[in-house]
T-cell receptor, first 112, second 119 residues
């Protein structure tokens, strides 16, 4: 399943399938990007980050892709599990600025 | 093991009755942040401390105040809570990156949040 951005804040994916969550960021000068996962009633949890001099970074079951030309960030989750159900936020940062700018979030629901 | 601790996890206060939320951290980070998060929305930054330097966001109401008595602790004071202040309040920390030879991003570490209910 694939989310096409801010107009589709909810994404449902069958367990075991791959999911793609998209984020359009606002500042072309941003140097650093983070994906956070937030489960119900909990604080955001760091998943993966990427610097602007990279276009792809992989973690365990997750991959972040960065397209600076169109200011687009995506999070790919492979072989989704029920525990992946959460709201996912992208956040951007400029080096030297200690503040993050958060995207609006996407709610991912894994269907058993 | 908890790195950013928030107390209490749930707080109920009455309309207009001052309330204080607390945050502590074991990471020895220089930067501490307070966010307000309402249902199905992104966290909204209220203010942050860089060491002892307080940085308020332009749209944070005067009703919200903060104190940071030392590196480990930071408090959020809501002087006269209104019904619209019911939300999750998140504390976060970040390490000091100023003066580093290599540019780096400010990854923020979040606490579990305090859910505030105003009756």
């Amino acid at each position: 399943g694939e989310n096409v951005g801010l107009h589709l804040p909810t994404l449902s994916v069958q367990e075991g399938d791959n999911s793609i969550i998209n984020c359009a960021y606002s500042n072309s000068a941003s140097d650093y990007f983070i994906w956070y996962k937030q489960e119900s009633g909990k604080g955001p949890q760091f998943i993966i980050d990427i610097r602007s001099n990279m276009d792809k970074r992989q973690g365990q079951r997750v991959t972040v892709l960065l397209n600076k030309t169109v200011k687009h960030l995506s999070l790919q989750i492979a072989a989704t599990q029920p525990g992946d159900s959460a709201v996912y936020f992208c956040a951007e940062n400029n080096f030297g600025n200690e503040k993050l700018t958060f995207g609006t979030g996407t709610r991912l629901t894994i269907i058993p | 093991d908890a790195m950013v601790i928030q107390n209490p996890r749930y707080q109920v206060t009455q309309f207009g009755k001052p309330v204080t939320l607390s945050c502590s951290q074991t990471l020895n980070h220089n930067v501490m942040y307070w966010y307000q998060q309402k249902s199905s929305q992104a966290p909204k930054l209220l203010f942050h401390y860089y060491d002892k330097d307080f940085n308020n966001e332009a749209d944070t109401p005067d009703n919200f105040q903060s104190r940071r008595p030392n590196t480990s602790f930071c408090f959020l004071d809501i002087r006269s809570p209104g019904l619209g202040d019911a939300a999750m309040y998140l504390c976060a920390t970040s390490r000091d990156l100023r003066g580093l030879a290599v540019l780096a991003g400010y990854e923020q570490y979040f606490g579990p949040g305090t859910r505030l209910t105003v009756t």
